[in-house]
């Protein structure tokens, strides 16, 4: 029994991982925008790739963004260190079809000479 319980709680905790990993279905794919801002975090790990920059809109309001990419390993040629929180970012993507400040990054261009067209 205590075999078939294990068992049990394996199954379910890997159905649970497999519908929480959404992919692009949050995003609306019909539609890109650009946003420019400043990095302030970068997370370089699996599943998929995550900046997190604050955006000035014209009254000097700041919004959290948070644009996601890709695993590490299609990146080719990006690091851990790629990305540094004050880096200015032109991020291109579609945006989350929830309204959140949330992109999937199709572009970004950083203050740093990086460029990347991202592969999806």
């Known amino acids: 029994m205590r075999t078939f319980i294990s068992g049990l709680v ?3 905790a890997a159905g649970a991982v497999v519908v929480a990993h959404h992919g692009l279905a949050a995003f609306d794919q019909t539609t890109k925008v650009t946003v420019k801002g400043t990095v302030t975090a970068f997370r370089f790990v699996n599943p998929h790739v995550v900046v997190e920059f604050d955006v000035k809109d014209d009254e000097g ?3 959290g963004w ?3 990419l890709t695993t590490p390993a299609r990146l080719k040629g990006w690091t851990a260190t ?3 929180p004050g ?3 032109t991020i291109t993507g ?3 079809k929830s309204g959140a400040a949330s992109l999937w990054v199709t572009a970004l261009t950083a203050s740093n ?3 990347l067209k ?3």
Do not use: T
């Open 10 to 12: 394996l199954v379910l």
């Open 66 to 68: 948070q644009a996601e």
């Open 113 to 115: 000479g990086l460029e």
């Open 94 to 96: 579609y945006r989350a």
């Open 82 to 84: 790629s990305l540094e």
């Open 61 to 63: 309001h700041v919004q």
């Open 87 to 89: 880096d200015v970012v």
């Open 118 to 120: 991202a592969p999806n």
